[in-house]
């Protein structure tokens, strides 16, 4: 009992990364459609009217080729906000994927802008998710280490 009490979940898999200033940051593997969805329904659940604010960096093969287009848009509806960085090797239209959004999608082609966009938007009581199942560009922790510059 005191092993289940004590686990912190798995890595990667909605980890809390952060809470402080009244804003929770988490880390994400989204690889496909389908968890992406499940995860933001489920944490849109948890928070209800909090906003959650998405980084989503599409790095899977599958994800990469396009196979999973039409899906993805979908997919993210329950954010308030997206930030989808498209890097080299995206052979399709992420602002067509990102439609369904009605305006909440933005695409980047640097993570850079990514997190200077997301640090103007992010306020206590924000939940924000970033959605990579590789490196991201470390912009977990520059995110980190601004929102810690902020407060100081």
Do not use: C
Not at 28 to 41: G, K, N, S, V, Y
Not at 74 to 88: F, K
Not at 104 to 126: F, I, Y
Request: net charge positive; no cysteine; charged share 25%.
């Amino acid at each position: 009992m005191r092993a289940l009490a004590a686990f912190d979940g798995v890595k990667r898999r909605m980890e809390l990364i952060h809470r402080g200033g009244g804003i929770r940051v988490y880390s994400d593997f989204a690889h496909h459609p389908t968890a992406i969805r499940l995860t933001l329904q489920g944490l849109r659940r948890n928070v209800g009217n909090a906003r959650i604010l998405v980084g989503m960096e599409p790095r899977s093969n599958t994800m990469r080729a396009g196979v999973h287009i039409d899906e993805l848009g979908p997919a993210l509806i329950p954010a308030d906000r997206v930030w989808l960085l498209a890097g080299e090797g995206i052979d399709w239209d992420p602002q067509e994927a990102l439609a369904p959004l009605d305006g909440r999608g933005r695409v980047v082609t640097r993570s850079a802008d990514l997190l200077a966009q997301m640090l103007d938007t992010v306020r206590p009581g924000d939940r924000v998710v970033f959605m990579s199942n590789g490196g991201f560009d470390s912009i977990h922790t520059r995110l980190l280490q601004a929102l810690e510059k902020r407060a100081a």
